[in-house]
């Protein structure tokens, strides 16, 4: 039997999606071949070996449990232990790690990185690929030089005269969208529509990141493909994210308060097997490796433009990656299972 450590929280504004995602796949995982070893990240970054019911996850209390243990990741590469700090001296062996953590310090590279220099394999993308999905403007220059479309845009750092920004935002003309640059579930990010809008936008996507995108807005609607594999890939049914105002944000991602979510799209086959090649060759192009959502938009003329790649994607059941696969016949337990396997022989 395979022991399989679960990170889950972290230092990340997405803290509560990542405790939600986590305990889906903790109850997911096949008992009969794999021993989960559930270790939580608080939002102070405190690393706790978690005993506890996996329902305290979903709940939001996990760290407030008995029998909560400060743990650490020993760096010696092939020991592969995890170690209590607790004064007894106890470690546990793993096999490999799946990081359910969404944005900063979780899908973003760092526990990767960290994973990978103890000779852990990681169950999902490794450093590279982490680091490169979550930074929209390297993302974006990567996937055009392997042709897709890619909007445009203009990417500024912190202390940049907001001239310079007026003026960018003058030339890409209106609406557009003001983004960080490293950022995940839409948390920064604002719809611009007229000039006076643009200084509070801005400041609001600075307060996540050092870097800031004014991206053009791509008329049409959001697509995604569900990406599964490393040398072979399997991609799931494409979906389609319906709007009644504005855009994508963080509520309507988690609530779907005006919008709907159509798995699959309603779109010809024709054009979901586009967006499929579409998504395989971005997928290749980022160096994914395990899983990976990748989002495009469908414009009216019919052309696909890549939005983002998404690591680490929401999974719980209902999720929009699982319901992906689903459609094509992969339940969640199955999907789960297959992830462990790819992420160990990756």
Request: net charge negative; charged share 25%; hydrophobic share 40%.
């Amino acid at each position: 039997m395979q022991t399989i450590l679960v990170l889950f929280g972290g230092c990340s504004t997405e803290y509560d999606v990542s405790l939600q995602s986590a305990h889906a796949v903790l109850q997911a995982l096949d008992p009969g071949r794999f021993r989960a070893l559930p270790v939580g990240i608080t939002r102070e970054g405190r690393w706790l070996r978690y005993q506890g019911a996996v329902s305290h996850l979903e709940t939001g209390d996990w760290q407030t449990q008995p029998g909560c243990v400060p743990c650490a990741l020993s760096p010696d590469r092939g020991e592969r232990r995890l170690l209590w700090l607790d004064g007894s001296g106890r470690s546990e062996t793993l096999e490999a790690a799946f990081p359910v953590l969404h944005g900063k310090n979780g899908e973003d590279g760092t526990v990767q990185g960290l994973l990978e220099l103890a000779d852990i394999p990681v169950i999902g993308c490794g450093t590279l690929a982490s680091a490169l999905c979550m930074d929209k403007v390297r993302a974006h220059r990567l996937a055009a030089l392997a042709g897709v479309r890619v909007p445009r845009g203009a990417v500024f750092h912190r202390g940049t005269a907001s001239v310079s920004m007026d003026r960018a935002a003058e030339e890409l003309g209106y609406p557009l969208f003001v983004k960080p640059v490293r950022a995940g579930s839409s948390f920064g990010i604002t719809r611009v529509t007229a000039p006076d809008q643009l200084p509070a936008a801005v400041e609001e996507a600075f307060r996540h990141d050092r870097e800031v995108l004014l991206e053009k807005a791509v008329p049409g609607f959001e697509v995604g493909c569900a990406v599964l594999g490393n040398e072979t890939l399997t991609v799931g049914a494409v979906d389609e994210i319906q709007l009644t105002d504005g855009f994508f944000d963080y509520t309507e991602k988690y609530h779907l308060v005006t919008s709907r979510i159509h798995c699959p799209a309603r779109i010809t086959p024709e054009k979901a097997a586009e967006i499929q090649e579409t998504a395989k060759t971005i997928y290749r192009a980022l160096d994914c490796r395990v899983f990976a959502r990748v989002d495009l938009f469908l414009t009216p003329e019919g052309e696909i433009v890549f939005n983002e790649v998404n690591t680490i994607p929401g999974f719980t059941s209902h999720s929009r990656y699982p319901s992906m696969m689903r459609e094509i016949g992969l339940d969640f337990r199955a999907l789960v299972t297959r992830l462990v396997e790819l992420g160990v022989e990756a």
